[in-house]
């Protein structure tokens, strides 16, 4: 499964983004999927995961009650919907694609080029 993500770009702190990530099979409906991110000289950090149908979903701390995890596999397509947006989430985002969906980048076997995500004070 291949992964593109899209739609970082740079705002001002209060904004919001809306990341997609769209694979290339179909077969991404069958996976878990999660958000990591990494801001320059750091490690990937988890951001938030959804289970194969959507029913169930994950956030980090930092971003819980701000960011919302979804997909549509009927387009193999996954997202994340990013409000209230402060200077400390600027990073470059990642997508995943996995058996799991856990909080760990081992959990996942695919992985998307990531998009940056600038935010502005």
């Known amino acids: 499964v291949q992964l593109q993500a899209s739609g970082g770009g740079s705002v001002q702190a209060g904004g919001s983004l809306r990341l997609s990530c769209a694979a290339s099979?179909?077969?991404?409906?069958?996976?878990?999927m999660g958000w990591f991110r990494q801001a320059p000289g750091q490690g990937r950090e988890f951001v938030a995961a959804?289970?194969?149908?959507?029913?169930?979903?994950y956030y980090s701390d930092s971003v819980k009650g701000r960011f919302t995890i979804s997909r549509e596999n009927a387009k193999n397509t996954g997202y994340l919907q990013m409000n209230s947006l402060e200077p400390e989430d600027t990073a470059v985002y990642y997508c995943?694609?996995?058996w799991g969906n856990g909080n760990r980048p081992g959990d996942y076997d695919y992985w998307g080029q990531g998009t940056q995500v600038t935010v502005s004070s």
């Open positions: 099979r179909r077969t991404f409906s069958n996976y878990g």
């Open positions: 959804i289970n194969w149908s959507g029913g169930n979903t």
């Open positions: 995943a694609a996995g």
